[in-house]
Structures are given as structure tokens and as C-alpha cells.
T-cell receptor
Framework: TQLLEQSPQFLSIQEGENLTVYCNSSSVFSSLQWYRQEPGEGPVLLVT?????EVKKLKRLTFQFGDARKDSSLHITAAQPGDTGLYLC??????????FGKGTSLLVTP | DAGVIQSPRHEVTEMGQEVTLRCKPISGHDYLFWYRQTMMRGLELLIYFNNNVPIDDSGMPEDRFSAKMPNASFSTLKIQPSEPRDSAVYFC????????????FGQGTRLTVV
């Protein structure tokens, strides 16, 4: 099982601040996905990145896949309380089922 | 489509009892996954099926755990006998195919073994 390390584990910020969370591995992934999970719910897909160096934007969220396809980052601009949740990265190394990191728990206070 | 449906949402049972968790995947999805989530270990893959056939059960923690998929619209995860360390949230997910495509998760079953 390929290990995905996410950092920071917890993050508490105020509305309007910017933040970046990271997902790192020693393994190469054919693709990497980011999910957000809200309390009492299952994870929901935000984005999939496939190409090394790829950058994808989803409104205020910017996702980047590392050139070597071993790491990824998620940057949120001007965070809002609605961004609160657990952010999970998941890797697919060769078509097998997704392996998830432990996640970054984000709290955005008004 | 109603999405992935899991039941029950909450289960409290005594140590030693048998527990059965149920899942109805999204119609047309070929893959079904069972995950377990805890604070300590995060989201762990237990087992997954392709076209109702178990493909990889290496994540099943012990022989006390078993999973079946008798048809394309139903799967169960059984724990017998249950132990307090099995307390966790169990998720079922389905997808069109493994890997790159999106995994759709149910709302989970919160299991508490006392």
C-alpha cells in the first residue's frame, strides 16, 4: 500500500485568509484525487489531477500535481466558513482502488 | 439516482455480537469498495469487488470480517464476533471502474461496539 502523508493534520483560520495543504508520497501515482468530507457524510470528489505539473482551479481552490507525480497541493484563497471540512487526497498508482491520506481537518471561523 | 445507500446509519452493539452492514451501490457501477474510517488510521480500504467478484481483500483486518456481493445491487460487510476496537465509521463506495474515475461514497455506518 502506497502511503500518502497529508499536512498539516489540523488547520484553524479566520475567514478571508489563504491556506495551503499538502499531500506527499514516496510513490509515483498515475493520478491523484482530492475529496472533501463534511461531518456525518462521505467524501465527495473535488478534482482529479493526472499529468505531472498539472494545475486545476475550482473557484477559489487551486490544485497542483507535482512534476514527478508524487505530491500535490491544495491552495484556498480567501477561505470561507463553507470551506470547513476534512480534505483528503487519494492516489491511484496503477488502476487499483484508491488509497487515502489521513486528511487535513480545516476549520474556518467567521 | 439516489446515490450509494448504506444501512443502518448507526449501530450500537455489545462485544461478541454479530454485526451486518449493508450497501446498495449506484446502478451501473462495476466496482464496489468497503472502507473503514477512524481518527487514528484515517480511511482504510478493506475490500473491493469488480462485477460482484472480490478482487482484493488484503485490507480485511481479521477472519472476523467477511464481505459478500450476491448481486450487482447489494453488498454486506459482516463482523462476527464484534470487538470494541471495531468501532469506526464504515463506508461503502462505488465507481464505474477502478482508478481514475470518481468514487461515490455512501453516508457511512457509525458502528459502536461496547
Amino acid at each position: 500500500t502506497q502511503l500518502l502523508e497529508q499536512s498539516p493534520q489540523f488547520l484553524s483560520i479566520q475567514e478571508g485568509e489563504n491556506l495551503t495543504v499538502y499531500c506527499n508520497s514516496s510513490s509515483v501515482f498515475s493520478s491523484l484525487q482530492w475529496y472533501r468530507q463534511e461531518p456525518g457524510e462521505g467524501p465527495v470528489l473535488l478534482v482529479t489531477v493526472v499529468t505531472g505539473g498539472e494545475v486545476k482551479k475550482l473557484k477559489r481552490l487551486t490544485f497542483q500535481f507535482g512534476d514527478a507525480r508524487k505530491d500535490s497541493s491544495l491552495h484556498i484563497t480567501a477561505a470561507q466558513p463553507g470551506d470547513t471540512g476534512l480534505y483528503l487526497c487519494a492516489g491511484d498508482n496503477s488502476g487499483y482502488a484508491l488509497n487515502f491520506g489521513k486528511g487535513t481537518s480545516l476549520l474556518v471561523t467567521p | 439516482d439516489a446515490g450509494v445507500i448504506q444501512s443502518p446509519r448507526h449501530e450500537v452493539t455489545e462485544m461478541g455480537q454479530e454485526v451486518t452492514l449493508r450497501c446498495k451501490p449506484i446502478s451501473g457501477h462495476d466496482y464496489l469498495f468497503w472502507y473503514r474510517q477512524t481518527m487514528m488510521r484515517g480511511l482504510e480500504l478493506l475490500i473491493y469487488f469488480n462485477n460482484n467478484v472480490p478482487i482484493d481483500d488484503s485490507g480485511m483486518p481479521e477472519d472476523r470480517f467477511s464481505a459478500k456481493m450476491p448481486n450487482a445491487s447489494f453488498s454486506t460487510l459482516k463482523i462476527q464476533p464484534s470487538e470494541p476496537r471495531d468501532s469506526a465509521v464504515y463506508f461503502c463506495a462505488s465507481s464505474y471502474r477502478e482508478g481514475v474515475t470518481e468514487a461515490f461514497f455512501g453516508q457511512g455506518t457509525r458502528l459502536t461496539v461496547v
